[in-house]
């Protein structure tokens, strides 16, 4: 067998492989005899047709499968005798036949020839002090959350109260409902920094009865906003909740027992909830900074594959084209999908060259750790995770980012904002 490589692009490349008819002979006469043992035909027992019968009527087909496995076997065999680290499976692209020799062409991809070199990298960290401020109003929305019902009233004096509105799609010129379209009503907690901030500001001072147009911001590539009639059903007052040293332990299921653990346990759980997004800035920094380092042209397959997934997401409204794309229209919603496949692609293959240039593995600590979490034995979680491999890559990958992180330069940036989330006692 002889065999010839040419490189296509950085992660693409052709095989021509070369062979005597004789060689592949053997393998040609094993495929006859196994379709031997399953095809029927007239006049025949099943198993028992002539073999020239076989040949004139499905020769073409059965070695033109056997071939093909043959050479898929062979690109596997030079990939694990010349450490290509194959990314998918090997495409035949041309087959040549004589009575003399076989030759296959076989376009296969793999991981581009780099070393990533983390040095130079240096990443920005957001960094706050959680303020008594964002304690204080943590705490007072969890007084409103758990307050009571004081009654019914007539205007929305402040944000302590609850309203409930009827939604009717409307149209955004004339205020007309639209015909045929199912109106709905929701009860909003106007003390919950989750609503709506246009909607919760539009609200305050409306009096019960009073009607008027909101649209909602657009969320959808390729919809408009939907506008509704909204009307004010009905307006509640809340009475705040009394921080009793009772109420505290009811609400944290006894983990607490009064106010100053409470507002103790806010603040950890805000800076907390802080790192958690820090730490999530800072991979956002280090894979743009990776890509742009590293800018090899991924494999088309798998650019083409996270493409369809991404038209999926912008199908389920999951996805957001920004307003710079949607002025081109389906081009320039194309041009921001296969920029988004492309960086994802490039990002899933430097994950993959990471995890080997580095060795990254889960130690048997580790293991021992995550089985106790997950109440399982070891040998029950080895097993998990052979049969499951992604669930195996995917606790890599995380072990990767730690490791990559933790091996850049990081310089702390302070943050002028007091945004927080509110946790959970």
Known sequence: MEHQVTKIADCEHEVRIELRYDEAAPVLEEAYEAARRDITIEGFRKGKAPLELIKQRYGAKIEAEALEKLGKQMVRELARQNQWALLSEPQLIDLRRSPESI??????????????DLSGITLQKPVREISEDEVESQLEE???RYGTVRG????????????????????????MPLVGEEAEELTLALYDP???????????????????????????AGHSPQTYQVTVRSIRQIQPAEFTPEFVQQISGGRLRDVDELRHYIRQELQRQHELYAQSV?????????SQRYPFTPPKPIVHSIIRDLVTSLQRGELRVPAEYM????????????HMAEFQARLAILELLLLQQYQIQLTAEELHNLARSLSMSVSELEKRLQEDVDLEYDLRRRKLWQFLLQNVHVEPVTMDT????????
Request: charged share 25%; proline share 6%.
């Open 103 to 116: 030759g296959f062409t076989f376009r296969y991809y793999t991981l581009p020839e780099l070393t990533v």
């Open 142 to 144: 969890l007084r409103l």
């Open 152 to 175: 019914e009233v007539d205007r929305v004096a402040d944000y302590y109260h609850e309203v409930t509105l009827h939604f009717q799609p409307a149209d955004p010129q004339t205020g």
């Open 194 to 220: 989750e609503t709506l901030p246009e909607l919760r500001q539009r609200l305050l001072n409306a009096h019960l009865g009073e009607s008027f147009l909101y649209t909602l911001p657009e969320t959808e």
């Open 282 to 290: 800072l991979r956002n920094q280090l894979e743009l900074e990776l």
């Open 327 to 338: 002025q081109e229209g389906e081009t320039g919603i194309y041009r921001f999908l296969a």
């Open 418 to 425: 007091n945004a927080g989330h509110a946790p959970h006692a």
